[in-house]
């Protein structure tokens, strides 16, 4: 059956509970829009650079204000809402990018820690080690809700196209991508990549981003959106501030897209060999 969705843009600063507030206003302006399903950001709860701080004010997911207040809003409003992911502080020191389904009844459904860690350095002279603080996971998950069947990523993961495949292969219909994508990276390739991932697999993705400039100084490049199986954006939102965008999910529609291009059940298994080449008379030989 189809359902609509929603994708809430956030610019969340260095304080959980103003992020919580700011969550709990646009997750209501989205149900109140009809979604069933809202999905927020990577990094709902907080986005700060300085990792003392930081851990100054992580809470274990017993005490998180973000699980709370997420528990509360899926019971008050009755939807699927699902947390893209915050930081949750772990048992020996480090942190976990968790992102949260719950049900509407407030319970935890699913939770994903983010698996591939954004180990990089920019031309900008931006260079991040994600890996130095969190604990990646190792486990994905295709969770089978009452409307469709969900797979689960953030940000990073989505340049890890196995992991998408994996998932579409174990039948997820509903791709998810919470992100707080850098935005040199967000302009060169966040639209192309999302858009990629849907065609390939023929699923919709859904990501719901972190935009503008933010109280720790990085800027996030936003554009949160919901693309169909066919790569068609469905709804998308601006490059820096709150926004809520909605659309509505039909997994007949993929359903569809297979049976035009059914290229998940045309894979074969396949051998590479690397072979030296030496060339002979400039031909290869």
């Known amino acids: 059956m189809s359902f609509k969705a929603a994708a809430v843009q956030m610019c969340s600063g260095v304080d959980p509970v103003k992020n919580a507030a700011a969550m709990a206003r646009l997750v209501r302006e989205a ?3 009809g979604a069933t399903y809202v999905q927020t950001p990577e990094m709902t709860g907080m986005l700060q650079r300085d990792r ?7 809470a ?3 005490h998180d204000i973000i699980v709370k207040t997420s528990s509360e809003l899926a019971r008050e409003l009755g939807i699927h809402m699902h947390v893209g992911s915050t930081a949750i502080a772990l048992a020996d020191g480090k942190i976990a990018n968790r992102g949260f389904l719950f049900s509407p009844d407030g319970r935890i459904l699913n939770r994903y820690d983010k698996i591939h860690m954004f180990d990089v350095d920019l031309d900008n002279g931006e260079s991040w080690r994600e890996s130095a603080a969190y604990t990646a996971g190792s486990e994905a998950r295709v969770l089978s809700l009452p409307f469709a069947e969900m797979g689960f990523a953030i940000c990073y993961d989505v340049r890890f196209p196995a992991l998408f495949r994996a998932q579409a292969v174990a039948g997820a219909e509903v791709m998810t991508v919470p992100a ?3 935005k040199q ?3 060169a390739h966040w639209e192309i990549l999302l ?6 697999n023929g699923v919709f993705v859904i990501a719901a981003a972190q935009a503008g400039r933010h109280e720790d100084g990085r800027e996030t490049f936003g554009h949160s959106m919901i693309i169909d199986p066919w790569g068609t954006v469905l709804a998308s939102a601006g490059a820096t501030g709150e926004a809520v965008i909605v659309a509505e999910i039909d997994p007949a529609a993929v359903k569809a897209a ?3 291009i059914p290229n998940l059940r045309n894979g074969r298994e396949f051998s590479v060999e690397r072979v030296a080449g030496a ?3 400039g031909v290869a030989a």
């Open 31 to 33: 149900a109140g829009q």
């Open 52 to 58: 003392a701080a930081a851990r100054a004010v992580l």
């Open 60 to 62: 274990d997911e017993a």
């Open 180 to 182: 707080a994508f850098t």
């Open 185 to 187: 990276t967000g302009e």
């Open 195 to 200: 858009r990629a991932r849907a065609i390939e």
């Open 258 to 260: 297979h049976d035009k």
């Open 279 to 281: 060339i002979a008379g």
